[in-house]
């Protein structure tokens, strides 16, 4: 079993920042692979940061130079620090992992639960 638990969401004012956690638990031998995902109303979930097991990081154009993604090995869990927050910036957030399990070495794909953004104008 593996578990999966978003948190830090909220509210906030435009210009504001907010810190996304995404911590892993359960039968994982690594996971190779965070990412934050988001999906706003009536719109498709689209990707907004990844960050691989060698840290290497993409973001989607939209939020370069304001959100960051970090991660904590020890502690399976990744980040999405976002700061100068926009109204268009409201959605539901998902993070996503890539795992492989620990006894089965199987390959398996995670998502969160969602927490939700709300960035008031």
């Known amino acids: 079993q593996v578990q999966v638990v978003e948190s830090g969401g909220g509210l906030v004012q435009a210009g504001g920042s907010l810190r996304l956690s995404c911590a892993a638990s359960?039968?994982?031998?690594?996971?190779?692979?965070m990412g934050w995902f988001r999906q706003a109303p009536g719109k498709q979930r689209e990707l907004v940061a990844g960050?691989?097991?060698?840290?290497?990081?993409n973001y989607a154009g939209f939020v370069r130079g304001r959100f960051t993604i970090s991660k904590d090995n020890a502690k399976n869990t990744v980040y999405l620090q976002m700061n100068s927050l926009k109204p268009e910036d409201t959605a539901v957030y998902y993070c996503?992992?890539?795992?492989?399990?620990?006894?089965?070495?199987?390959?398996?794909?995670?998502w969160g639960q969602g927490t939700q953004v709300t960035v008031s104008s």
């Open positions: 960050i691989t097991a060698g840290c290497s990081t």
């Open positions: 996503n992992l890539d795992i492989i399990r620990r006894a089965t070495w199987a390959y398996e794909n995670y």
């Open positions: 359960g039968s994982i031998f690594s996971i190779y692979r």
